[in-house]
Antibody, heavy 120, light 109 residues
């Protein structure tokens, strides 16, 4: 069974940094691309970033480009999102999602999310 | 940037009725479009990818169609568990990016 467990969320002040982690199990992690998607509670979904199986292809939403860094450690079956220069508008539930394929196509299985609150 | 517009924002229907949800792109996305279902308090679930392919385990009452700029998700006969919010998602290969539509809420009439 595919399992994705996000961690690292919490309350952080504007301008500070936070690192999210996603622990994957139940599938061969390095056979798939991965994504981060966020959702303000009660609002719609926003794709944040994706990374191919070998980290060779990475993409970011314009809203986070230059501030967030996605990475993965295939030996540890883990996905990460380093979030720098955080803003109030980054407040959201952050989901980790597995892709259908090795390169970024479609997120299929999702974790339950970790909540990030940016506030002074 | 490509903008996805979903309509209607809310669809009020009864169980057993047919639901037709629309997703329109501001420019052609070929068939690079997917549909997701999200129930309250849950993570989204992939229903349809590449415009018309059902994801693993998705019932046959869900179907997707369209290409270019206009896409449709059809639920042939609504079951009680189908009342939820539905999102479309488009992606581009290079540079890698993706964008969701604003969502359509299917509610019980």
């Amino acid at each position: 069974e595919v399992q994705l467990v996000e961690s690292g969320g919490g309350l952080v002040q504007p301008g500070r940094s936070l690192r999210l982690s996603c622990a994957a199990s139940g599938f061969t992690f390095d056979d798939y691309a991965m994504h981060w998607v966020r959702q303000v509670p009660g609002k719609g979904l926003e794709w944040v970033s994706s990374i191919s199986w070998n980290s060779g292809t990475i993409g970011y939403a314009d809203s986070v480009k230059g501030r967030f860094i996605i990475s993965r450690d295939n030996a540890k079956n883990s996905l990460y999102l380093q979030m720098n220069s955080l803003r109030a508008e980054d407040t959201a539930l952050y989901y980790c999602a597995k892709d259908l394929a090795v390169a970024g196509t479609w997120p299929d299985y999702w974790g339950q999310g970790t909540l990030v609150t940016v506030s002074s | 940037e490509i903008v996805l517009t979903q309509s209607p924002a809310t669809l009020s229907l009864s169980p057993g009725e047919r639901a037709t949800l629309s997703c329109r792109a501001s420019q052609s996305v070929s068939t690079y479009l997917a549909w997701y279902q999200q129930k309250a308090g849950q993570a989204p679930r992939l229903l349809i990818y590449d415009a018309s392919n059902r994801a693993t385990g998705i019932p046959a009452r869900f179907s997707g169609s369209g290409s270019g700029k206009d896409f449709t998700l059809t639920i042939s006969s609504l079951e009680p568990e189908d009342f939820a919010v539905y999102y479309c998602l488009q992606r581009t290969n290079w540079p890698p990016s993706a964008r969701f539509g604003g969502g359509t809420k299917v509610e019980i009439k």
